[in-house]
């Protein structure tokens, strides 16, 4: 069982910064994919970004690339989501996953509360 709590989001102008933390509880977080996805207001969720166990492989979403890097460190148990040059279509509520590769996919098993990022015009 792992547990997962977001932190980081707040209220940024078009254009900041922020930070999102996602701190794991148990000792297996270094063999979980571990990911971000958001939900914005009346949309689906949608997939952010995504880090490998070791930390050395990443993807993102084609909305996020070149803004957003995702990272973690394993010795702490967390996760991170640096977020630059912030856009008010990037408002929503973030989520952190953590998940085992299935083939060519995630399955992801465990989900935090959630985060909300909102940035204003």
């Known amino acids: 069982q792992v547990q997962l709590v977001e932190s980081g989001g707040g209220l940024v102008q078009a254009g900041g910064s922020l930070r999102l933390s996602c701190a794991a509880s148990?000792?297996?977080?270094?063999?979980?994919?571990m990911g971000w996805f958001r939900r914005a207001p009346g949309k689906e969720r949608e997939f952010v970004a995504r880090?490998?166990?070791?930390?050395?492989?990443?993807r993102y979403a084609d909305s996020v690339k070149g803004r957003f890097t995702i990272s973690r460190d394993n010795a702490k148990n967390t996760m991170y989501l640096q977020m630059n040059s912030l856009k008010p279509e990037d408002t929503a509520l973030y989520y952190c996953?953590?998940?085992?590769?299935?083939?060519?996919?995630?399955?992801?098993?465990?989900w935090g509360q959630g985060t909300q990022v909102t940035v204003s015009s």
């Open positions: 996953a953590a998940g085992r590769v299935v083939i060519t996919t995630v399955s992801w098993d465990y």
């Open positions: 148990g000792r297996t977080f270094g063999t979980y994919t």
């Open positions: 880090v490998s166990t070791s930390g050395s492989s990443t």
